[in-house]
């Protein structure tokens, strides 16, 4: 998220060589007095008592040995060793050692000192090595990946050099190697490190970044930003881990797996292996390079000079192939690949990695001499055949460019004008792509990127119907995301390190700059879910690196698209960002074409704030609520929740009201976006679907994996199988984005009083919907009435089976206060097989915004994948829900709600 620019008129070039950023962030640290102040003191965690160093190597499956535990850590100024969390960053480890109290916790943060960003750090750890690997030809050490610059020291002999957050190291220790090894790293901060805006009720939001921007590559928001704090650290560190490679000499490079269909037909698919093999020996050797998996087996016998690098294609074929498709549209199935290369018999290298076959299209709009606004069918494998500097604005702040001179358009694809122009579309084995999901900030303030800390929140997604996710900046740039992208079916629109052209600074050192894209694109191309290579956030890429990132894209990747802009290129502007009093807006407002960024806020439940709140600071609203993102521009939110709602009590009044403005907001933006289905819309992200920290500000869910009404709102938005009614013209809609057509339903609308009462009914049957789109069914011509009522769309098949039920509260005047004036209600639960409930509620009044929970011993089982949440159910009804969670043990059922006292 940034600063609003105006849209690119013709000869854009020009204005984007006069673009002057501005954003330097602070230049003076806060006054004292303005300072964020808590009702709480601080808590000071017990030292941690310094552990002996047990350093292992522990062998993986692609043969590369990691360097685990044992890992220590000192400052730069001080003699002191401290046990180091590797990978992980510096705060990582001084939080660890309890020498500092966890920032995520009220007002924590503030009392790490800002300094940690601001000198060197040294790691080291040992290393023992077998006579085994003491034998091998060749050593090396590899680094995924350290924050921000690094010297690699062993036994005393410097290695060499590590420059950026983003780029591998990778050293031959093969003449210093001994029995028993020291390594030593010694990390060099930030130059630019900045000041952080520290947000309060008299501060605000402050502005986004600041000078950090100048170092990228690097994590630039954690200087700061309107959604997470200044890190005190700025995340510098071993952040990847630290790997020994053993070989005879022999070496492969950076492999490329591009498989390629013969679209439309997905019978099969050709498979292309290219890599290379760098030869250490003193002599020539021939080397047989092989690559095999599941369906295919390729291998070719080269000849490698000494001291030489080759490269090396491999082909093959896939009869049949299983296909990677998103979420929602098939399976992420994905296929394991060996690679070897054998010198005499004996494997010197080898590699494991997971490729899908798929293949990416894109619809957009680009102009030709004298024929402007040609659509065209863009198979990346056309090389980098746009003008991205000559842009013709098309109205609503969207622009096309111009394909480059000498392209002729009449050797391209082109498609036949529709209502899709001029926005994106992404198509995936040649099936349009309806994308929905949201924005990544970053993965974790304190960059945990285990897996088993991360994967819950990639189930959260996809339960949620979700199939995009946007690295915005490309702040989660580590294995481990890309390949959860893969295997949940999350398409990554993918961003490089700048953030708002004009706005924030420009990175001083292009060449460094270009050497972690290289790196990134040759790293992880090869995983299927990248769908989109973008610049930065929200502006076109200097004119010194539009060029070459371009280029890098084209000749390193080849299958993906280069998209110049965030947002205006072939998309809508990005935004807003703050609550609509109206949801109707959503619909007659924002929805059209591609957005990548729409949010509203999301405050988390009562449960979840009292984790990361002291209870002095949950009640009234202060200072700590607003260091964790409660923005001044939530004033209008506020007021709109009093309004709607009436004046909150206390902590959980306000949240168990703010949980039915988020499920309402949350649901309109995606339901806007699914009103106009390929007439006009093809993609919406939140701002943001992911928290890098405890907010109260835009996520779907809480840090802590709890689902609250943002969640349960999108995800009833993105069933695959959809019924909703606009709110701006109450059209009755059958939203279909699974890949098969589906006949012979029927769509019920009934309307209900509060007490159950029918006010007014309507029904269509055999409504049949083709794959991939959406059909109005009818328009909801409910009469007028007074107070609140319940309009439930309910959607079932042949057999009467209801498909999905969806509730809309609706006011008859400006507020729904009458649901303050309705009687507690007590539900009752039935457990039922296979993590099934019976839902009732015995009741004569609606039972409002049910919202279950699943306890283990007195905690909250996190995450516990519920199929619906803040639902309704009227008098005597009952209702089936189901329930997914990890671990086992006894589980208990708990509710919560507007007017709801338990279950039992």
Known sequence: MGMTLMACPLGAQERHRQQVSSNFGLTVPHDPADLPVSRAAVVWPERSPKQVPAPRLDLQEDGTWLLAGGWELRAGDSDEWLDAVVPGTVLTSLVADGIYPDPHYGLNNLVIPEDLCRKDWWYRTELSLTDGLLAKE??????????YRAEVWLNGGKLGRIDGAFVRGRFDITALARKENLVEVHIFPPANPGIPHEQSARTGRGPNGGVLCLDGPTFISSEGWDWVPGVRDRNIGIWQDVRLIASDGLTLGDTRVVTDLPLPSTEYADLTVRTSVTNSLEHAAPVTVRAAGDGFMAETLVKVPAGATVPVEL???????????????????????????TVDGRVSDRQSLRFGVREFTYELTADAPGRPGLRIGY??????????????????????????????PDRLPLLEPDAMAPYLVIRVNGVRIFCRGGNWGMDDMLKNTAREHLEPYFKLHRAAGFNMVRNWTGENTEEVFYTLCDEYGLLVWNDFWMSTEGYNLQPVDENLFMANAADVVRRFRNHPSIAVWCPRNEGYAPESLEARLSALI??????????????????????????????????????????TELGSPSVPTARSMRKFLPEADLWPIGDAWHYHDLHPETKVFRESLERLYGPATGLDDFCRKAQLMGYDSYRAMFESWNSRLWDNTSGVLLWMSHPAWPSVEWQSYSWDGETMGSWFGSKKACTPLHVQMNLHDRKVVLVNTIPSDTPDLTVELTVTDLSGKVLYRRFDRKVSVEANSSIPVFTADIPSFEGVVLARLRLLDMDSKVLEINDYLLSGGDDFLPLNDLPSVTLKARRLRDGRYEISNPSRVLAVGVKLNLMRGGEQVLPALFSDGYFHLLPREKRIIDVEYDGGGVVTLSAEGYNIDGIR
């Open 379 to 408: 198979d990346p494998a056309l090389g980098a055949i746009f003008n991205n500097r000559l842009l013709r604005g098309v109205g609503g702040g969207v622009s096309v460019p111009s394909l480059k001179e000498g392209v002729n």
């Open 554 to 595: 084209a000749k390193e990747d080849g299958t993906r698209l280069y998209l110049p802009n965030s947002r205006d290129c072939n998309l809508r502007p990005s935004g807003p960002w703050h609550y609509f009093t109206d949801p109707a807006r959503y619909y007659t407002e924002t929805a059209a074409g591609f957005n």
């Open 315 to 341: 082909h093959a074929r896939m009869d049949h192939p299983a296909l990677w498709m998103p979420n929602g549209y098939g399976e992420p199935n994905l296929y394991d690949l060996s690679l070897a290369c």
């Open 138 to 147: 060749k050593l090396e050490l590899l680094f995924n990946g350290i924050n």
